[in-house]
Nanobody, 123 residues
Framework: QVQLVESGGGLVQSGGSLRLSCAAS????????MGWFRQAPGKEREFVAA????????YYTDSVKGRFTISRDNAKNTVYLQMNSLKPEDTAVYFC????????????????WGQGTQVTVSS
C-alpha cells in the first residue's frame, strides 16, 4: 500500500508562486511514476505534470510548461511541484498520484492518490 500526503496549497495573487509537496510512504518507489493532477470546480480532473522516480524524466501539460517544475527528493521520498507565474485559471484542488510502469496521463491509469490540496489564485 502506498500513502501520499500533499501539502503547500494556499491563496496567492496572480503572478505569485507556490510549492506543493507530496510525501510518499509504504513502498520503494524506484519503478514508480509520480504525477500531479488538478480539478477545478465543475471540471474533470486533469493531468498537470509527472516525473519518473528513477532517472527523473519529466512531463508537463502544455498550459503549465515554462511555469511549473516537477522534481523529487529521493532521500525524503517527496515529490514537489513548483508553480510560478500563477494565473486565476490555475485555481483547483491539486492531487498527487502514483503508478508503476510507464508514464501515463489519464486519471484512471494511476493507482494511488493523495487527499488533495487547494490552490486559489486571485486576480
Amino acid at each position: 500500500q502506498v500513502q501520499l500526503v500533499e501539502s503547500g496549497g494556499g491563496l496567492v495573487q496572480s503572478g505569485g508562486s507556490l510549492r506543493l509537496s507530496c510525501a510518499a510512504s509504504g513502498r520503494t518507489f524506484s519503478n514508480y511514476v509520480m504525477g500531479w493532477f488538478r480539478q477545478a470546480p465543475g471540471k474533470e480532473r486533469e493531468f498537470v505534470a509527472a516525473i519518473r522516480w528513477s532517472g527523473g524524466r519529466t512531463y508537463y501539460t502544455d498550459s503549465v510548461k515554462g511555469r511549473f517544475t516537477i522534481s523529487r527528493d529521493n532521500a525524503k521520498n517527496t515529490v514537489y511541484l513548483q508553480m510560478n507565474s500563477l494565473k486565476p485559471e490555475d485555481t483547483a484542488v491539486y492531487f498527487c498520484a502514483s503508478r508503476v510502469g510507464v508514464t501515463a496521463y489519464r486519471r484512471e491509469d494511476y493507482d494511488y492518490w493523495g487527499q488533495g490540496t487547494q490552490v486559489t489564485v486571485s486576480s
